[in-house]
């Protein structure tokens, strides 16, 4: 019954990590208040970072023609525990809509299902999932397998229509007579508490047969963001036309965003085999056909997973090990469960270690720099101690004057920051969301008009070029505002000795290029055959809205990523700025009170010992944090987490 195993054992570290991570992030927030160096900037950051913890799941979506076995794979995978064929899998096309399996720990166990006739609403799927009343629910019932599969029943269900309610709702040629066959629901979504699922794995079942090219949501939308993608064929059909194209229309550009993330298996081994043959025959025309697919779809063989879906279901309900040996299914759960999860927690790993971390090493440099202040005052301190009256004034006017010019550039450096937000004011307001809604709306029209391929492989080149005019704007406007940077962080380190790293800043060209995808996938999604299909039905606005969503997306990302290099750029400057101003004002004021007497200086000598002290406790617990942060997950920090126990 432990057929998930490895992958649950890997879904259990990775979530191990999530949670241990975390906390570690939790702890840092609590000290850096505790420390009285928390700001509202860092505040956010943190909090962004702990929602992307939160909110990761790992989808695993399966595409491929009809009947070529993605259904019974996913029973096979997944679902053997259940010791029946949970999925409804059968010969000729089956599964009729697309399926989410996952878990919603906020409700009972249930199959939702949204009817077909939501495809002439101009609403997104997404947005219905956010009304479950306009779906139909039916509770399942997780005690008994076979009950649940009979609610999964529904997800076959189909209707007969005439066929001008086909052609509304894009399922049929405008050519269409007679009635047609249609699926009777649009999309299904599964919760269940799986061990698989309630760890946060997503697995998405997709119908063969078109449904790529016929729900723009699905094909632009779902599928991109999957963080792994299973593309079936089956070794009784070999390669055929309809796999070719399904290849090259949308998997192939699945490939080219997530390299790591596609597996393609040859299904269905066993029909390779005969009773005559040899094993060794077997595994010569497995091989034989294994490279004649790596050859068609250009691909090196060790990407191609030849296995049997079908007898790995049978060996695993009947606990049989040497068959489940022989379906060969355990080098695709490798790749799942290695590749993909360890894949999936390197970015993220990426994307919080860079940003917590860095703040750290930041947060490092600060207490640093105030130790070296205290030091220096430690110095004046002793020097005054010793100083002739006439010394002390000396010292008490040079210092008056490095303050005045100091106050000078801070002034300086008010006036610079001013400059510097207005010129990223004007730079959100290139790539302002509003603006790209405009471009899309005015391309928009005309596209749905003009429904051929042609026309519409114009108007989104139009519109993309559109979009690509404002990001070489921001690509300008972001050069003179570098420079700006540039000119401030120099004129610090050359006037005042403050050498701080500057934050890394906003990059117009990551957007360029998520653009460019996106119109290339739009380009292909519109020449694929379904599409022609939309024409007469609100599908052909769907589409249009989720390219244009997408759109909007990447600008609006744009804009957050402007707002964190705003208020990023010169913060550790001014950190540092403002240390500088405490320390002057602290050596003023022991020059002051020089005259005060010897006791009073005794008692400055001591509080600075004090601190110093305090500062050597901040930096070991600052070391214990990152270490905590990077060895995350670990067995190793449990200790970590006694050390910093006291916050
Ligand atoms: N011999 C053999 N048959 C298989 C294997 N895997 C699946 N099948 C059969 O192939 C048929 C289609 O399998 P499904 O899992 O329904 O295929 P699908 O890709 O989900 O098809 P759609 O839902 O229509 O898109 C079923 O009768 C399965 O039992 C296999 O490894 N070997
Ligand atoms: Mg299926």
């Not at 089956?94 to 002439?120: G, I, N, Q």
């Not at 997104?124 to 397998?145: A, F, M, N, R, V």
């Not at 779902?222 to 070999?238: E, H, K, N, R, Y």
Request: proline fraction near 3%; charge should be negative.
């Amino acid at each position: 019954m432990n057929d998930e195993m490895n992958l649950d054992t890997q879904l259990q570290s990775y979530e191990h990590w999530k949670q241990s991570m975390a906390k570690s992030i939790g702890r840092y927030q609590c000290w850096l208040e505790g420390i009285g160096l928390s700001s509202t900037d860092t505040e956010l950051m943190l909090i962004k970072n702990l929602r992307l913890l939160e909110k990761d799941t790992i989808t695993i979506a399966f595409a491929a023609e009809f009947s070529r076995g993605k259904t019974e794979l996913i029973n096979s995978l997944f679902f053997s525990s259940a010791g029946i064929r949970l999925l409804p899998s059968s010969p000729g096309r089956t599964t009729m809509c697309p399926t989410e399996l996952f878990y919603d720990s906020k409700e009972k166990p249930y199959l939702r299902l949204l009817a077909v006739e939501t495809r002439s609403s101009t609403k997104s799927i997404d947005e219905y999932k956010k009304e479950p009343k306009q779906w139909t629910h039916i509770e399942l019932d997780c005690g008994s397998p076979d009950k649940m599969q009979d609610s999964f029943l529904e997800l076959l269900r189909t209707k007969t229509v005439s066929a001008e309610q086909a052609k509304e709702l894009g399922l049929a040629d405008v050519n269409e007579q007679n009635e047609v066959v249609i699926p009777y629901w649009r999309h299904a979504l599964i919760s269940f508490p799986h061990p698989l699922l309630e760890k946060g794995l997503v697995v998405l079942d997709t119908p063969g047969l078109n449904a790529l090219g016929s729900e723009p949501e699905l094909t632009l939308s779902m599928l991109p963001s999957a963080q792994a993608m299973i593309f079936v064929l089956a070794a009784d059909t070999g390669v055929t036309q309809s796999d070719m194209d399904m290849w090259k229309q949308h998997i192939c550009t699945y490939r080219s965003k997530h390299p790591h993330g596609l597996a393609v298996v040859l299904n269905k081994i066993d029909t390779l085999n005969d009773e005559l043959m040899s094993d060794a025959d077997w595994e010569h025309s497995i091989d034989k056909q294994t490279s004649e697919t790596a050859r068609l779809l250009e691909l090196d063989e060790k990407a191609i997973f030849p296995l049997s879906a079908k007898q790995a279901l049978i060996a695993k309900i009947k606990n049989d090990d040497q068959a489940l040996l022989n379906s060969r299914l355990a080098p695709l759960e490798d790749f799942l469960s290695n590749r993909v999860l360890s894949s999936q927690k390197e970015i993220l790993q990426d994307k919080i270690i860079g940003d917590v971390v860095g703040h750290m090493q930041q947060t490092q440099q600060t207490l640093q720099r105030r130790q070296q202040h205290i030091a220096q005052h430690m110095d004046d301190l002793q020097s005054i101690y010793s100083k002739s009256e006439d010394a002390t004034a000396e010292l008490l006017l040079l210092t008056r004057k490095q303050q005045t010019a100091y106050t000078k550039n801070l002034a300086h450096l008010k006036t610079s920051r001013h400059i510097f937000n207005s010129q990223i004011d004007d730079l959100l307001q290139v790539v302002n969301p509003e603006r790209v809604q405009k471009i899309l709306g005015e391309g928009r029209e005309e596209m749905i008009k003009s429904w051929t391929t042609v026309g519409i492989h114009q108007g989104m080149q139009s519109v993309f070029d559109g979009l690509n005019v404002l990001l070489n704007d921001a690509l300008e406007s972001t050069g003179a505002s570098r420079q700006l940077l540039d000119l401030i962080y120099q004129k610090f380190k050359d006037e005042h000795d403050i050498d701080v790293q500057k934050p890394v800043a906003f990059n117009a060209n990551t957007y360029k290029e998520e653009l460019d995808l996106l119109l290339h996938e739009g380009l292909e999604f519109s020449s694929s055959s379904a599409a022609a299909l939309m024409s007469q039905s609100n599908l052909a606005t769907s589409f249009m809205d989720t390219i244009g969503g997408q759109a909007v997306a990447i600008f609006h990302q744009a804009q957050a990523d402007i707002n964190t290099w705003k208020s990023q750029a010169l913060s550790s400057l001014i950190r540092e700025v403002s240390e500088q101003k405490k320390l002057m004002e602290s050596k003023l004021d022991s020059l002051r009170s020089v005259s005060a007497g010897q006791d009073v200086l005794d008692e400055k000598i001591a509080s600075n010992n004090h601190k110093q002290e305090l500062l050597t406790t901040w930096f070991e617990e600052l070391d214990t944090l990152m270490d905590s942060i990077q060895s995350a997950g670990e067995p190793a920090s449990v200790e970590t987490e006694i050390a910093v126990a006291k916050y």
